[in-house]
Nanobody, 125 residues
Framework: QLQASGGGLVQVGGSLRLSCTAS????????MGWFRQAPGKGREFVAA????????DYADSVKGRFTISRDNTENTVYLQMNTLKPEDTAVYYC????????????????????WGQGTLVTVSS
């Protein structure tokens, strides 16, 4: 089970840090991803991180502004969001996929098996 938190209302240029905590003892077996869905739009990839945390990937729209990280001892993945823009407004979802390899991750939502409930981020101008 994945529990996302940290969303809220922030002004343009501000920052937020999202957290996603997993229950269970096998968190380090899963690559993690963040996706988002804006009102009236489809779900889109934001960032992904491998099991070990050594490999990451970002959507072009967030590169240089967002950072994904994980703490396997705390069963938590984070998304640090800086320099937020109105177009970042969306419900953000964390997701998990099990990989044998420590280095794999995915930007495809169809690869992910487990999903959190979402947390709303609203960026006001």
């Amino acid at each position: 089970q994945l529990q996302a938190s940290g969303g809220g209302l922030v002004q343009v240029g501000g920052s937020l840090r999202l957290s996603c905590t997993a229950s269970g003892r096998t968190f380090s077996s899963y690559a993690m991803g963040w996706f988002r869905q804006a009102p009236g739009k489809g779900r889109e990839f934001v960032a992904a991180i491998s099991r070990s945390g050594d490999n990451t990937d970002y959507a072009d729209s967030v590169k240089g502004r967002f950072t994904i990280s994980r703490d396997n001892t705390e069963n938590t993945v984070y998304l640090q969001m800086n320099t937020l823009k109105p177009e970042d407004t969306a419900v953000y979802y964390c997701a998990a996929v099990s990989y044998y390899s420590n280095s794999h991750y995915s930007s495809r939502d169809t690869d992910y098996r487990y999903w959190g409930q979402g947390t709303l981020v609203t960026v006001s101008s």
